[in-house]
């Protein structure tokens, strides 16, 4: 059939039939649906979503190369509206796409890469300064951030068409986007760090009772109990120890502590010698790409002099400015801490919090800015002597049980 309607010019569609009758029927179906979209203000000819992504897509390279949107949207975008939008609306009707249609693609998009048609593909392929590379994929659903920043570009999409007179209205895409868990990093509570604290030093000794210490199992399956703790794995345990109370007592970041050098403990050279109420001292710390200056608590300097004397007995001299603070037998710098510290978690039972999130070196200094709160200090001066904003103390460590807090929400003029 052929016919023209005004403003758009002529029309021609296949039947797809041989039959006359049939034919005659499908043709008024397609002649009172292209009239009746005419005087809704939309095309006369149907465009399926893959068509109008695909000219989206050329509209994106065009505004590349005028400069109006950034180089990698042009990289980036094109590959992810083919594989997910294209993916899953493919041939359909662009102005048939509604609001349900949208929620039920963003569960699909959720499952892409675990159920959907991504869990048979082992690498995604992609282009960089002019070579081809490849990367796994990543078995897991997609990030809010990233869910959100699809329905951008989808919501573009759509908008683009309406212009382009190809729907009248988009479909709402208000995706409902599930809230992440609650993976805030859990601190202790002053019992469990109190219980922390007697369990590792429990560990620095050597084992008392029978069948007391550490089990080894051999190739040829004997188990015997170490009795005796070697040299070795006193001196890491005792490392493990400082790291803890100098991270509970300062607040310092892991990546902080691990940078720290001896010359990064302002005061610390002038004190020694000196009893502990009669020394003070400032770290400088750098990490995550910041740096600032930490007041620390008094109860981390007596863990610097146990470094102090650790470095001594393994190098035979005192350390320099530029040596690390938490330093290997060999003097070299310790790059992580992760590992002896869960094994310490679990053998003080607290590896997971009570939302069953586990706990890792970051907690320490959450229950530092945690037990800050508590105790009365302000929140701006937590926040500078932690190098973080005051949203992110708020986000991230202001969850302070009301019952440690409970005569603080019981003033004064309430007692009478």
């Known amino acids: 059939m052929r016919f023209s309607i005004r403003g758009q010019g002529q029309i021609k569609r296949s039947l797809d039939t041989s039959d006359r009758a049939q034919a005659e029927r499908k043709a008024d179906e397609i002649w009172y649906e292209a ?33 109006e949107r950034r180089a990698d949207q042009g990289r980036s975008e094109p590959s992810m509206i083919r594989r997910f939008f294209v993916g899953y609306f493919g041939s359909r009707p662009v102005d048939g796409i509604t609001d349900t249609d949208l929620e039920r693609y963003a569960e699909w998009r959720r499952t892409y890469w675990t159920e959907g048609p991504g869990k048979l593909i082992t690498h995604i392929e992609y282009e960089r300064a002019g070579h081809r590379l490849r990367r796994p994929v990543r078995r897991a659903a997609p990030s809010v951030s990233r869910q959100r ?11 683009q068409a309406v212009k382009w007179g190809y729907l009248k209205t988009p479909p709402e895409i208000a995706i409902k986007i599930r ?70 007592f300062s607040g310092l970041r892991p990546t902080e502590m691990y940078n720290l050098t001896w010359g990064d403990i ?31 608590h008094t109860a981390a300097i007596p863990w610097f002099d146990t470094l102090w004397m650790l ?8 350390p320099l400015d530029g040596d690390p603070v938490f330093a290997s037998e060999q003097g070299k710098r310790i790059s992580s801490i992760a590992n002896g510290f869960t094994e310490l978690l679990k053998a003080a039972d607290l590896e997971r919090d009570h939302r069953g999130i586990k706990r890792t070196p970051y907690s320490l200094r959450h229950f530092y800015i945690t037990q800050q709160l508590t105790h009365g200090a302000e929140v701006t001066d937590i926040a500078r002597n932690c190098r973080t904003s005051l949203a992110m103390i708020d986000k991230h460590y202001g969850q302070v049980r009301l ?14």
Do not use: C
Request: no cysteine.
């Open 35 to 67: 009239t009746y979209r005419a005087k809704q203000g939309l095309s006369a000819k149907v465009h399926t979503f893959e068509a109008v992504a695909e000219e989206f897509i050329e509209l994106i390279h065009r505004e590349v190369e005028r400069g």
């Open 149 to 159: 920043g699809e329905a951008v570009v989808l919501r573009a999409l759509l908008r």
């Open 179 to 248: 809230r992440k868990q609650d993976n805030r990093r859990p601190s202790f509570e002053p019992d469990e760090f109190a219980r922390l604290v007697e369990t590792s030093l429990s560990r620095l000794t050597d084992p008392i009772m029978e069948g007391t210490g550490a089990e080894v199992r051999s190739s040829d399956k004997r188990r015997w109990r170490i009795k005796r703790l070697d040299d070795h794995t006193r001196r890491d345990r005792t490392v493990l120890h400082a790291y803890v109370m100098i991270g509970a």
């Open 266 to 296: 302002l005061g610390y050279r002038a004190g020694r010698g000196k009893g502990i109420t009669q020394r003070d001292i400032r770290l400088k710390a750098r990490g995550k790409g910041m740096s600032g200056t930490a007041i620390p």
């Open 311 to 318: 470095f001594e007995r393994s190098m035979q001299r005192e």
């Open 403 to 416: 019952e440690r807090v409970v005569d603080r929400l019981r003033p004064e003029w309430t007692r009478t």
